[in-house]
T-cell receptor, first 115, second 114 residues
Framework: EPEVTQTPSHQVTQMGQEVILRCVPISNHLYFYWYRQILGQKVEFLVSFYNNEISEKSEIFDDQFSVERPDGSNFTLKIRSTKLEDSAMYFC?????????????FGEGSRLTVL | AQSVTQPDIHITVSEGASLELRCNYSYGATPYLFWYVQSPGQGLQLLLKYFSGDTLVQGIKGFEAEFKRSQSSFNLRKPSVHWSDAAEYFCAVATNTGGFKTIFGAGTRLFVKA
């Protein structure tokens, strides 16, 4: 059973549309992350979220992206106006404490295809 | 800024042969180092990690890695490769200064031939 459940597993959207990707951790942890992996490329850090606030974000995470944990359980990544280059696999992950304290537990990913 | 370099994009080894995947990192403080494996269509799974202490660390599936500070390296090894080891392997360094993030290398794809 995965430590983190992500939905949807695959989403196809038109360029310019808004997309929300969801992540539900199995247990109640405080540290969450979003990573993305463009097909055949490296896993890239997007954002870390700690105690209901963004802890750090990469240069990829521009104004088109946002994260929140609206109900204390689901952790969402929103892309406001998708571009073709947003097509990628998006992974949610969590750690029991900060990332230097142990391993990242990844979900199985949400594949986003922007047409 | 921290970075991770995996110089080999792909490696092919024969089943039963030994394996070494290279990883070099750049980070100003004490690094927290990891190796993850990704099978096709799957998320990443931790193989092993180094925080401190013994520089030779053991992981799952018979893998080990050695931290060499003088070379800024954290190479992954396995004495005898199995066909099921074919996957993508990512070296990573975690930071805990100011923010929380883990930086991954570009990955090395391992092919295993019979």
């Amino acid at each position: 059973e995965p430590e983190v459940t992500q939905t949807p597993s695959h989403q196809v959207t038109q360029m310019g549309q808004e997309v929300i990707l969801r992540c539900v951790p199995i247990s109640n942890h405080l540290y969450f992350y979003w990573y993305r992996q463009i097909l055949g490329q490296k896993v890239e850090f997007l954002v870390s979220f700690y105690n209901n606030e963004i802890s750090e974000k990469s240069e990829i995470f521009d104004d088109q992206f946002s994260v929140e944990r609206p109900d204390g359980s689901n952790f969402t990544l929103k892309i406001r106006s998708t571009k073709l280059e947003d097509s990628a696999m998006y992974f949610c992950a969590r750690t029991k404490a900060g990332p230097a304290s142990g391993e990242l537990f990844f979900g199985e990913g949400s594949r986003l295809t922007v047409l | 800024a921290q970075s991770v370099t995996q110089p080999d994009i792909h490696i092919t080894v024969s089943e039963g042969a030994s394996l070494e995947l290279r990883c070099n990192y750049s980070y100003g403080a004490t690094p927290y180092l990891f190796w993850y494996v990704q099978s096709p269509g799957q998320g990443l799974q931790l193989l092993l990690k180094y925080f401190s202490g013994d520089t030779l660390v053991q992981g799952i599936k018979g893998f080990e890695a050695e931290f060499k500070r003088s070379q800024s390296s954290f190479n992954l090894r396995k004495p005898s490769v199995h066909w099921s080891d074919a996957a993508e392997y990512f070296c990573a360094v975690a930071t805990n200064t100011g923010g929380f993030k883990t930086i991954f290398g570009a990955g090395t794809r391992l092919f295993v031939k019979a």
